[in-house]
C-alpha cells in the first residue's frame, strides 16, 4: 500500500454504522420474494477497475454470508460496453456492473431500476452526494453510487512562489483572477513564442480534459447539457436558466478562446504548443486542470515537481460551487437471474465498510456523504486528499450519450469558432443539433 492509500485508510478511522439498505423479503423484486434479508446463490460482478479495488469488500461479504458467492471480473476498458451488449444477448451477462454517467443511455435496456418502493427516494438523496442523483430517474434507482473522481487544479508551486503569488489549497480562485495573473505567469522567448504558460485554455485538440473543461463551466452555470423528457433525452446545451443577457454557453465560449488570441491580454495557449499534460510535468505551465485520479501520473512523470491541488477555479460571487465530477455506480442487470442478492450486494458495496475499502484501493473520493465528512485528513498528502473529498460534494455530472462521439462535437464547435468557419452562434447551433441527433 502506497503512502497516499496509507492516508485515506487514516480518514476512516472511525467506522460508520453501514446504513441499512431499505430491502425486505415481503418486497417482490423481479419476481422474486424471499423471507430473508440475506443474500443467496451467485452474484457476478463486471467493472474495469483491478480486481484489488474489490478485492476486500467481496471478501469480507463472503465471510459474513457462506451463502452467496460474488464474483468480480475485470473487463477490458476498450471493449466494455461492446463485451456487455454481446454478453447480455448471449445471456451470459453480469448481475451487476459498473457504469459512468455515459453509459446510463446506452445500457437503459440493460439495467433493472431499484423501485421507490424498495429503496426510497429520500434514502438515496441523504445517503450519496448531491451529484449522484443524477443516478435517479422516474422509474426508480438507475444504479448504486461508489466513487467520485472530480476535475480539479494543479499548480506549480516554484512557479507562482517565484511571482509571489500564494494560493489557499482549501480554498479557490475565481475564473477572472486568470486575467490578473496572466502577465506575470505567461512568459515568452525572444521570438514571441510562448515558453511558459499560465493555463491550457483556448484550443482543444492539445488540451487534455478540454470538454470536461467546457463541461465544468457549463453545469457552474446550472446548464446541464442534457436533460431527461417524456420521450428520453434532448439537449439543452443553448439554454439560458439564469436569464442573463446571453446564454451561458455563448459567454462560456467567449471566455476560453481569449486564451488562444495573441492580440488578447489574457494570451497563454496556443495550438503549436505540447498537450497541457505534459507542459505541466516539465514545469512549463503554472495551472493544470485535471481529474483527481491523473495525481499518480504527474508524481511518477516528474517525481521533481513541486506541484499542489486546490479546488477548480469558481464563477466570481457564486453563491455555489461546482465541479464536473466522473461518478461511477454500481448497476443491476435486468436480465439477472438473482436480481434479490444482487440489489443487496449493490447496496454493500456502495456503503460503509466496504465503500472505504473501495475509495481506498482506487484512491478516489467515495460518494457517500457519510465518509466525505466522517473525518478531516491530517499529515502528509493532506492537502491532496481535502482537495478530491471536498471536491466530490460540490461534482455533479451530465448524461453524456457517447464519450467519444460529443469529444468530437465539442471539439468541432472549438474550432469552428478559432477556424472562423462558423461564427460564435452557428457554432453552437450546429452542436446542439448534432447533440439532439445522438440522443434519439
Do not use: C, H
Request: neutral net charge; charged residues 15%; aromatic residues 10%.
Amino acid at each position: 500500500m502506497n503512502n497516499f492509500q496509507t492516508i485515506f485508510v487514516a480518514i476512516f478511522v472511525s467506522f460508520f454504522v453501514f446504513a441499512v439498505l431499505i430491502f425486505s423479503g415481503a418486497i417482490n423484486i423481479g419476481g422474486t420474494s424471499s423471507s430473508t434479508n440475506q443474500a443467496q446463490g451467485k452474484v457476478v460482478v463486471w467493472g474495469t477497475f483491478q480486481n484489488s479495488v474489490f478485492k476486500n469488500s467481496i471478501d469480507a461479504i463472503s465471510a459474513a454470508n457462506k451463502n452467496v458467492s460474488v464474483i468480480y471480473r475485470k473487463q477490458n476498458q476498450v471493449t466494455y460496453q461492446q463485451d456487455l451488449i454481446e454478453a447480455f444477448a448471449n445471456g451470459v451477462g453480469p448481475d451487476l456492473f459498473i457504469i459512468t454517467t455515459d453509459m446510463i443511455k446506452k445500457n437503459d435496456n440493460f439495467i433493472y431500476k431499484i423501485p421507490y418502493a424498495s429503496y426510497p427516494e429520500k434514502t438515496f438523496t441523504d445517503t450519496f452526494i448531491d451529484g449522484a442523483n443524477i443516478y435517479l430517474d422516474k422509474a426508480g434507482v438507475i444504479g448504486m453510487p461508489l466513487i467520485v473522481d472530480p476535475m480539479v487544479l494543479y499548480y506549480n508551486k516554484d512557479i507562482l512562489t517565484n511571482e509571489n503569488i500564494i494560493i489557499d489549497p482549501s480554498s479557490y480562485l475565481s475564473w477572472d483572477q486568470f486575467f490578473t495573473m496572466n502577465p506575470v505567469l505567461t512568459k515568452r522567448d525572444n521570438a514571441g513564442a510562448i515558453s511558459q504558460s499560465m493555463i491550457a485554455l483556448g484550443q482543444y485538440t492539445n488540451i487534455n480534459n478540454a470538454k470536461d473543461i467546457l463541461a465544468t463551466l457549463l453545469v457552474q452555470n446550472d446548464n446541464p447539457i442534457v436533460k431527461r423528457t417524456d420521450l428520453g433525452f434532448s439537449s439543452v446545451l443553448t439554454d439560458n436558466n439564469s436569464n442573463s443577457i446571453v446564454a451561458p454557453i455563448e459567454a462560456i465560449l467567449k471566455f476560453f478562446v481569449e486564451f488562444s488570441n495573441p492580440t488578447d491580454t489574457a494570451y497563454s495557449w496556443n495550438r503549436s504548443l505540447p498537450n497541457s499534460v505534459d507542459m505541466f510535468t516539465q514545469s512549463k505551465s503554472a495551472f493544470y486542470i485535471g481529474r483527481a485520479s491523473e495525481l499518480f501520473n504527474i508524481q511518477n512523470v516528474n517525481y521533481n515537481l513541486s506541484f499542489d491541488v486546490t479546488q477548480i477555479p469558481q464563477m466570481k460571487d457564486t453563491p455555489k460551487k461546482r465541479t464536473l465530477g466522473e461518478i461511477y455506480a454500481i448497476v443491476v442487470s435486468k436480465k439477472s437471474t438473482n436480481i434479490t442478492s444482487a440489489f443487496q450486494i449493490a447496496g454493500e458495496l456502495s456503503q460503509g465498510e466496504s465503500a472505504k475499502s473501495i475509495s481506498v484501493e482506487t484512491s478516489l473520493p467515495p460518494a457517500s456523504k457519510a465518509l466525505l465528512v466522517s473525518e478531516k485528513p491530517t499529515g502528509q498528502g493532506s492537502n491532496f486528499l481535502s482537495t478530491f473529498f471536498s471536491s466530490a460534494l460540490i461534482s455533479r455530472s451530465w448524461l453524456d450519450p457517447d464519450r467519444a462521439k460529443t469529444d468530437l462535437i465539442f471539439g468541432e464547435m472549438v474550432e469552428n469558432i478559432l477556424s472562423n468557419r462558423l461564427s460564435l452562434s452557428e457554432s453552437i447551433n450546429k452542436a446542439q443539433g448534432q447533440l439532439d441527433l445522438l440522443l434519439k
